[in-house]
């Protein structure tokens, strides 16, 4: 058990409300949520479904505020925050414990010598959630109380009073916010009464803080009583299907064995029980996309609770989300998706949907695919896949030679320049209406040391296959020859960007630890300047968080990431520190010194991140300044995929 709390933190109301749970069911659908079961973000629920997989998100089933009346006294469990700041009811007095069984979280109340366990998971492939109460002792039997409370609107928020149909139904209610909307189920085998009752003002203090909409209003569309005996259990399941599995026992094994045989395939020897947490993280990310070409395909969701799927991040993602935890039908599966999406050496950045024209506004996504293709044939020595992708490895590096898109294209001293005005192509992408808040139009250190590594990829790759590679040596050599601008002797680090409209860039970033940390980059930088390059960004931009995106002696550099979308957006790539770049620093250092030891020492305090926000997960991001406060997403794909891969390899 690698994740649990009891009293000390369950009971205090300011440190339990900032630790949130994840449940998902595959598909992109999810239900998620705070310890003491306040909702504070416009993302909480209890099922989140993705009425258009992977996509579509919708909240419909928002809590169950519990009532336990126990021995002739009334406890009420839940815990609700209102706009007048009031916090009733306070159920989280009575919060005994929480921890993760594998993926499951799991509450434990004690209402006197009563001890109620509450259970939550999903249905994989359905948007179905599971509800589980099973009273674990007692003296009597307990009579609880469920109010349900639904909604129907989108993820992000804007909730509508429709015109609701409540019918019941065998074995429990139907639910239909308006003529056409998706209906939905609640069955649990106990009495019930309808109600169609708003409950207003539900105070939602993080998108305060994100400076969004803070208020939330739930429709109270029935109530489920039940009296448990001791020992026995009630399952309330919510979905969208019509005939899910009831059987909350079957449901619950075949949850459980999931997260069982994710630990076996992963076959990590001597994981420690953190690391085993993240194998099981690793798999929320991890879900279905049908396309007509590809009816079983897989992408990557790049972040919980209101991410999609990008190009970017699935590629990036990729190695340590499935190769890592023994999964490689899984990376060949994304990687066959992704190549039919590959035009003009470009990979799309946000994936198509529904038809829609995809979006190819990133510069790295398919360079970073190249990197993602060498990690799985490393992995599987898969020859055949070798030779069915290798033209679109060919495709991509014609791509980049002759120029496409946003101005991308080879010039002539061997390096990549990139961008126009008002894009953003790289991963510092932040832009808020015309403003581009980090501008790297031109040549970005890590575009070209990517580049450099695909094109020695590539060329391995056509020495395997028996096929001419000579180009792509002679292109490598003329980058390497190139990459020496890069290096400012003056500061002892590399630019971050060549040849801007105003010059070189010399900010202090992490970027530049890509020209030491990727596997086919050893020509680039010599030992000293590795090294250099290494200590530097360890000096400057380390935490235990991972790294800042840029040094704090830069005037630009902006320590605390909050307030409203142009404030958040302004500190996102100018000193936020982002959990995925823990990565490339270790696999930097490890590169310069060889201590595995050292090495991993830099992964440990993610081990006690674990219990500290996105519980069993890693965030997005984390404040520049100490105390480094998480921030974003509190499940963030690349950041659990980095660590992961970057922990077997150290």
């Not at 065998?170 to 308006?178: N, P, T, V």
């Not at 999609?308 to 998706?337: C, F, K, V, Y």
Request: proline letters at 6%; hydrophobic letters at 40%; glycine letters at 10%.
């Amino acid at each position: 058990m690698s994740v649990a709390c009891g009293r000390e933190i369950c009971g205090d109301l300011r440190s339990s409300e900032t630790r949130e749970w994840l449940v998902t069911n595959g598909i992109g659908g999810y239900g998620c949520g705070t310890i003491p079961g306040l909702p504070t973000r416009q993302y909480h629920g209890l099922l989140v479904a993705a009425l258009n997989p992977p996509l579509g998100h919708t909240l419909l089933l928002a809590k169950l505020d519990e009532t336990a009346v126990y021995d002739g006294k009334s406890y009420g469990l839940a815990t609700n925050r209102w706009a007048d700041g009031t916090v009733s009811p306070q159920g989280y007095r009575y919060l005994e414990s929480f921890h993760l069984d594998g993926t499951i979280p799991v509450w434990r109340f004690a209402c006197a010598d009563a001890l109620l366990e509450k259970r939550v998971w999903m249905q994989q492939g359905e948007n179905t959630t599971y509800i589980r109460y099973t009273l674990l002792r007692g003296s009597s039997s307990l009579v609880l109380s469920l109010q349900a409370l639904a909604n129907y609107r989108d993820r992000h928020g804007g909730t509508t009073r429709w015109d609701w149909h409540i019918d019941p139904i065998s074995r429990g209610i139907r639910l239909q916010a308006f003529a056409g909307a998706v209906p939905f189920y609640l069955f649990a085998d106990v009495p019930f009464s309808l109600a169609r009752t708003w409950y207003e003002g539900f105070d939602l203090a993080v998108e305060r803080y994100r400076g969004t909409g803070d208020r939330d209003d739930y429709l109270h569309a029935a109530t489920f009583d039940a009296v448990l005996e001791v020992g026995a259990s009630l399952t309330i399941v919510a979905s969208t299907e019509s005939q899910p599995c009831l059987d909350g026992d079957t449901a619950l094994e075949q949850q459980q064995h999931r997260d069982r045989t994710l630990l076996e395939l992963a076959a990590i020897p001597d994981a420690p029980p953190w690391i085993e947490q993240l194998i099981l993280a690793a798999d929320s990310f991890i879900v279905d996309r049908s396309l007509p070409e590809e009816p079983e395909g897989k992408t990557v969701i790049a972040g919980y609770p209101w991410f999609g799927d990008w190009g970017r991040d699935t590629m990036i993602s990729l190695p340590g989300l499935t190769l890592s935890t023994g999964r490689p039908e899984i990376a060949r599966t994304i990687l066959q998706t992704f190549a039919r999406y590959v035009d003009g050496g470009m990979l799309p950045n946000v994936f198509p949907d529904g038809g829609e024209t995809p979006a190819y506004n990133t510069v790295d996504a398919s360079l970073w695919y190249v990197e993602a293709v060498r990690s799985y044939y490393n992995a599987t020595a898969d020859e055949g896949f070798l030779a069915e992708i290798f033209p679109t490895l060919q495709a991509i590096i014609d791509g980049y030679r002759r120029g496409t898109r946003y101005q991308i294209h080879l010039d002539d001293d061997g390096l990549i320049y990139a961008g126009e005005p008002g894009e953003q192509l790289t991963w510092m992408d932040a832009k808020v209406e015309d403003w581009v808040v980090t501008p790297r139009m031109g040549k970005p250190v890590e575009i070209s040391a990517l580049w450099y590594n695909a094109l020695k990829i590539v060329e391995k790759i056509a020495r395997r296959l028996n096929r001419p590679g000579g180009e792509y040596r002679q292109l490598a050599e003329n980058t390497a020859t190139g990459f020496d601008r890069f290096w400012n002797p003056q500061l002892g680090y590399c630019y971050d960007v060549l040849d801007t409209p105003n010059g070189n860039d010399a900010s202090l970033r992490p970027n530049q630890l890509f020209a030491v940390s990727l596997s086919e980059v050893g020509g680039l930088l010599s030992a000293s300047q590795q090294r250099t390059v290494v200590d530097t960004c360890q000096r400057s931009l380390l935490t235990s968080g991972g790294l800042r995106s840029l040094s704090p002696e830069d005037p630009q550099y902006r320590g605390l990431y909050g307030g409203d979308r142009i404030a958040r957006d302004g500190a996102y790539h100018q000193g936020t520190v982002w959990g995925w770049l823990i990565g490339p620093f270790v696999r930097a250092h490890l590169q310069v010194y060889g201590d595995r030891s050292l090495a991993r020492s830099f992964l440990e305090p993610m081990k006690y991140h674990l219990w500290g926000a996105g519980l069993g997960n890693i965030s997005e991001i984390f404040d520049g300044d100490p105390p480094f406060v998480p921030r974003g997403c509190f499940a963030q794909a690349w950041s659990v995929a980095e660590v992961l891969r970057t922990w077997q390899l150290s």
